[in-house]
């Protein structure tokens, strides 16, 4: 049974930063296109970065640009997603993202794009 397991999340002040990491476990492929998305309170869950498999494509949304990098470890399905420059509107719940397919580049912020699903990390940007 394929399974995601993401590291902790925590509390962070504005303007620091903080490293998520996703990896797959339970599983006999070697390659997955993998996403991290976010739920703030009270709101749907929102695309954050996303990197496809095969080419390592990466794709950011538009909130986190220039702030946030998604990166991969090739061949041990884990990926990562580096946040700086930190803000209290970033506070959400991320959800690390899997599937074996390699989604076209237009259709890798939709949920609908994965399969798996980890249980999400709390990250909390406060002073």
């Known amino acids: 049974q394929v399974q995601l397991v993401e590291s902790a999340g925590g509390l962070v002040q504005p303007g620091g930063s903080l490293k998520l990491s996703c990896a797959v476990s339970?599983?006999?492929?070697?390659?997955?296109?993998m996403a991290w998305f976010r739920q703030p309170p009270g709101t749907e869950r929102e695309f954050v970065a996303a990197i496809r498999r095969g080419d390592g494509k990466t794709l950011h949304g538009d909130s986190v640009k220039g702030r946030f990098t998604i990166s991969r470890e090739r061949g041990k399905n884990t990926v990562y997603l580096q946040m700086n420059s930190l803000k209290p509107e970033d506070t959400a719940v991320y959800y690390c993202a899997a599937t074996t397919k390699n989604p076209i580049f237009s259709y890798m912020p939709d949920k609908g794009a994965y399969d798996y699903w980890g249980q999400g990390t709390q990250v909390t940007v406060s002073s």
């Open positions: 339970g599983s006999t492929s070697n390659s997955y296109s």
